[in-house]
């Protein structure tokens, strides 16, 4: 990358194999969910048990992560008059799934060194209705699951974790998607960690949801379109067993994410030192940098969060503009779910009942992080940081 082009915040790293895959399926003649679709599946299974014949867990491949959450909390049967825990620091995905049940959102309060939900916040918010909790890997750093299994057992509830963020991350060792929750849900939009264009992939250990989820991600027809041409029922025929959706995910997208996956860990290696040639430039400037995982885990590294001090001259807003100037794109990660006018009246909160989460929007930036980034664009990001910072 050339010093006087500009540096975006963010790149999906697509090169020939996946062209290949996809052309090989425009050539088919079967486009739309079928064999990639299930291979895509089956190779995601393997890739988090690390086992081809471990048959643990089962993928569920759907055109997005919002659409996976979605029919987990459907298979799990969230309805009206349940409560639903999730971090206001967060994607609107995950609180408006719950909506989408009919469900109430209960917002709760973050950590402020990884940007995760507090357990502390999360028993607090416990009542007779709840449900379920939401966890989120901010960043792709795990959420402390110890816990929030432990309060899940204690209170009978049920988890689901939205794991946009969050492949390939362990916790005690463990993938992510094999923790031990009721379902896990992955995101492939254009900037994750890795992209088919839009998709996404909902991860259980529980056959039933994964049946569920099947049915309902295609219409609620009881098989879907790809068994139906090669099971012995003549092939017109179907049967509908529920109003589903339609969440399938195209063979298209399916071929890109087949090729994607065989990179993942070669994409996290970028990631994971792109971020550590952050630390070792950032570590005596006046920032708070991000949380690393403890030792022997992996963080996905989907964002690279630092936060200004709280005694900082420049505002945040101010930082990203002079940033911008400079040839350098960053992003806030997230605007929380309190600041935004239907959560606010949907959950009846206001910023002073999230004291973390709001300073941590009010000082958080997303530095530039994708696997193809050189170690020359790490410095030039962090050289156009120090004059932003000087000039204050
Ligand atoms: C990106 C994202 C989602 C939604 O993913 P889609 O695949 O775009 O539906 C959900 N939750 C979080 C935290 C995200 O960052």
């Known amino acids: 990358m050339t010093q006087d082009s500009f540096l975006p915040f963010s790149r999906p790293e697509i090169s020939e194999e996946e062209i290949a895959e996809v052309v090989d399926t425009l050539r088919s003649g079967w486009v739309t969910t079928g064999p990639k679709a299930k291979q895509f599946e089956q190779d995601f299974s393997h890739y988090l048990t690390g086992n081809e014949s471990d048959a643990s867990i089962y993928s569920v491949a759907v055109n997005s992560a919002t659409a996976g959450l979605h029919l987990a909390l459907e298979a799990l049967g969230i309805g009206p008059g349940d409560e639903v825990i999730i971090p206001t620091y967060t994607f609107t995905a995950t609180a408006e799934v719950v909506r989408y049940m009919g469900a109430t959102p209960v917002l709760v309060d973050i950590q402020p060194d990884t940007f995760n939900i507090d357990p502390i916040a999360i028993e607090a918010a416990i009542t007779p209705s709840t449900r379920m909790i939401i966890p989120v890997h901010f960043a792709g750093l795990a959420c402390d699951m110890g816990q929030i299994l432990q309060l899940a057992e204690k209170y009978q509830l049920r988890v689901v974790e939205d794991a946009a963020h969050a492949l390939p991350t362990t916790w005690a060792g463990k993938k992510v998607g094999t923790l031990g929750s009721d379902a896990c849900v992955f995101s492939f939009y254009a900037n994750k960690t890795m992209t088919t264009g839009e998709g996404g992939m909902l991860v259980t250990r529980h056959s039933r949801i994964a049946e569920r989820a099947k049915v309902m991600r295609l219409h609620g027809i009881s098989k879907d379109i790809f068994d139906r041409y090669q099971s012995n029922k003549p092939n017109w025929f179907y049967e509908v067993i529920a109003p589903g959706f339609k969440y399938n995910l195209t063979d298209i997208a399916a071929a890109i994410g087949i090729q994607q996956l065989k990179k993942i860990d070669q994409f996290h290696l970028a990631r994971e030192r792109l971020a550590q040639e952050y630390n070792q430039l950032l570590k005596d400037l006046p920032l708070r940098l991000p949380t690393d995982a403890p030792s022997g885990d992996l963080q996905a590294r989907h964002l690279y969060p630092i936060r200004l001090l709280d005694q900082s001259a420049i505002t945040r807003d101010r930082f990203i503009e002079r940033m911008a100037e400079a040839g350098v794109g960053c992003s806030v990660h997230f605007i929380p779910l309190h600041l935004h006018p239907y ?34 664009d790490v410095v030039r990001v962090v050289e156009a940081l120090k004059r932003v910072l000087a000039q204050e």
């Open 343 to 376: 959560w606010q009246s949907c959950c009846h909160v206001t910023p002073a009942n999230f004291p973390i989460a709001q300073a941590a929007f009010e000082q958080e930036v997303s530095l530039p992080l994708f696997p193809s980034m050189q170690s020359e």
